[in-house]
C-alpha cells in the first residue's frame, strides 16, 4: 500500500489501516495517546494484533525503538500535518513511487 486513504468521516480509514498494520507490522501514527488507545481497542475487537499505535509527538521526537519499526501509518494525518502548523493548512500532495 502506497498512498492516502480519503473516505468520510466513519468511512473505514482507520479500520483499513489496522488490517494493513497487522498484516504488515507496520506501526500506527495517530494524533494523542487517546486515539491510541481507541485504536489499540478497534484491533483487538477486530481480533488482529498490532503493534501499538505511536503519537504524532512520540514520532515527532523520535521516542520510539528505531529497529523495531518498519514502516509507519498514519491516522487522521490532515490533524496531525495541522497540529504542526500555527496557520491553517489548504493542501498537499503525495508522490507515490513508481514500484521497481
Not at 8 to 26: D, F, V
Not at 51 to 56: I, K
Amino acid at each position: 500500500m502506497t498512498g492516502i486513504i480519503v473516505r468520510g468521516r466513519q468511512g473505514g480509514k482507520t479500520t483499513e489501516l489496522i488490517r494493513h498494520s497487522a498484516e504488515t507490522g507496520g506501526y500506527i501514527v495517530c494524533t494523542d495517546q487517546r486515539r491510541a488507545r481507541q485504536i489499540a481497542e478497534h484491533a483487538r475487537k477486530m481480533g488482529l494484533t498490532i503493534p501499538f499505535p505511536l503519537t504524532a509527538g512520540e514520532w515527532q521526537r523520535r521516542e520510539y525503538h528505531k529497529p523495531g519499526v518498519r514502516s509507519l501509518l498514519f491516522d487522521d494525518l490532515d490533524q496531525i500535518i495541522q497540529g504542526m502548523s500555527a496557520v491553517p493548512v489548504l493542501a498537499a500532495t503525495w508522490t507515490a513511487e513508481e514500484p521497481p
